[in-house]
């Protein structure tokens, strides 16, 4: 949801001619499918990385606009709330020791981001739910300065319109219910996206394996246990994410309206199928119109930008979300996965990123695709019990049956992993670096979420409240993060 807009609140008539606007965008594109040449002659991967900033005292900062202003580097951008910000990576091929490049480029970056914003006294921390972040923090001036936020959060509560309510329980009985009376709790999940441009051929294959390998993710990737000083899911950013940005009241849940963050409910045909639902099910929540007439830019054979379904698709929040760019006058398509929660480490991102477009590529190529033998009910499952449980998780995989999600990535998911990459051309090196990462993890049972659950278990063990733990884990946490070593070798506290 990077577009700008132009103001805070629309209009019923603007409403009207932005749903107009939008079936025109749908129309034209279901023409390009058919008839207009897409880039894809070598596929593009894309890094985004969400990132909190902390004080001294290690709760939040809410101070992005000073932050990236010292900064000084277009890659960084602001997010929701005052202390998140976004690191955006240029798109580049996957083939031979590109890996090792990024990693190198990633760490590079955020150390120079480090050394800058620690003259204002601020550190910055990759992880999926900031552990310090407090109720107080969503009080008063918490938003950032942009007015689209101001839009959404408007959008959102007003199509609600009531308070939002958040209701999460752990799996030790802590839990959190409380109302909210704007998007402030959404801004604690923060996340990577990784992009895949594909084929329009293939794109239908592409997505139905990234919902697929949603909940593996998650068993490998959970990095979220604590909210508002509670321990909850592993992957609490998936619940919270879902609650914090609902625009449905009570009744309409139980009518069964879907919601806006959403694991889909079929598998698809065409990348079509997508935003067609977008269009027929979501309602606007930014309906800004632009000049663009679409049909007409089509008809003289350029390329539509399609702004408004684009802009509408940016608003429903699909853990795989179809994408629809340009870029020097040729469209393209990718797939977004927004599934896995930013952090431990740089090398744990680049493992996680090598995993996923690793079995991405074998899982797409089959011949009997695995979705076929799957319903989307079991994958949406694996999806939540992976955000429940994480490295403690079980999944269900045609052919095994019901196993810890752990035997089924180290017997049959991994290997997968590495024929990908092979096929995709990256070196044996990068390879073995990466996918040992998960390896370990898994033989270990070891990820983000467990580290910090641990962690904090010890430290309260010592006599440490729950807030001292808190903090004196995540300053362990960043101390592992600023070596780059993977989360599963981090030392932990004796008992």
Not at 99 to 126: M, P, Q, W
Not at 172 to 184: C, H, P, V
Not at 303 to 323: A, F, S
Not at 446 to 468: F, H
Request: proline fraction near 6%; aromatic fraction near 10%; hydrophobic fraction near 40%.
């Amino acid at each position: 949801m990077g577009a700008d807009v132009e103001q805070a609140r629309y209009t019923r008539e603007q409403r009207q001619q932005y749903r107009e606007k939008v079936r025109r965008d749908l129309d034209v594109f279901e023409r390009m499918l058919s008839h207009s040449q897409f880039e894809f002659d070598k596929p593009m991967t894309g890094i985004e990385v969400e990132l909190n900033l902390v004080s001294e005292d290690l709760g939040p900062k809410l101070d992005n606009k000073a932050i990236l202003e010292q900064i000084a580097d277009p890659d960084y951008q602001t997010e929701l709330a005052r202390y998140n910000i976004e690191l955006n990576v240029p798109p580049r091929p996957l083939p031979g020791d590109s890996a090792f490049e990024l990693e190198a480029d990633l760490r590079r970056s955020l150390n120079r981001a480090s050394e800058r914003a620690a003259e204002l006294k601020t550190g910055i921390v990759a992880i999926g739910i900031l552990p310090t972040v407090m109720p107080e923090h969503f009080e008063g001036d918490w938003i950032s300065e942009n007015i689209r936020y101001a839009a959404l959060n408007n959008a959102v509560l007003d199509a609600r319109g009531e308070d939002v309510w958040l209701e999460l329980e752990g799996p030790t009985g802590e839990r959190i219910a409380r109302y909210s009376d704007s998007l402030a709790p959404e801004s604690a999940c923060t996340s990577i996206q990784l992009h895949l441009q594909v084929h329009p051929d293939r794109f239908a294959d592409h997505w139905n394996a990234a919902q697929v390998l949603a909940g593996p993710q998650l068993t490998l990737g959970a990095n979220s246990p604590f909210f508002l000083g509670q321990r909850l899911w592993a992957e609490t950013r998936i619940q919270l994410f879902t609650q914090a940005t609902d625009t449905r009241s009570v009744e309409l849940k139980n009518q069964g309206v879907r919601p806006r963050v959403w694991f889909g409910e079929r598998w698809i045909t065409s990348i079509f199928d997508l935003f067609e639902e977008n269009v027929r099910y979501f309602p606007a929540l930014l309906p800004e119109i632009y000049d663009e007439q679409p049909e007409e830019v089509f008809e003289r054979g350029e390329v539509p930008e399609l702004k408004e379904l684009r802009l509408h698709n940016g608003t429903v929040y699909r853990w795989n979300r179809p994408i629809y760019d340009t870029h020097g006058g040729r469209p393209h398509l990718r797939v977004e996965n927004r599934v896995l929660p930013a952090g431990p480490s740089i090398a744990d991102i680049m493992a996680d990123a090598a995993f996923y477009y690793g079995t991405m590529r074998v899982l797409a190529e089959e011949d009997r695709p695995v979705w076929t033998r799957m319903s989307f009910s079991a994958a949406e499952a694996n999806f939540e019990e992976g955000a429940r449980l994480g490295i403690d998780a079980r999944a269900f995989w045609p052919g095994f049956g019901d196993v810890p999600a752990t035997e089924l990535i180290l017997r049959r998911l991994l290997p997968m992993a590495h024929e990908g990459l092979s096929k995709w051309g990256v070196s044996a090196a990068v390879r073995d670096r990466f996918l040992g990462i998960i390896e370990q993890r898994c033989l270990r049972g070891v990820n983000g979420a467990s580290w910090q659950t641990t962690c904090v278990e010890r430290l309260e063990a010592r006599g440490l409240t729950r807030d001292k733990a808190l903090r004196e884990m995540l300053r362990l946490y960043m101390l592992g993060q600023s070596a780059n070593e993977p989360v599963h070798t981090w030392e932990l506290p004796t008992a």
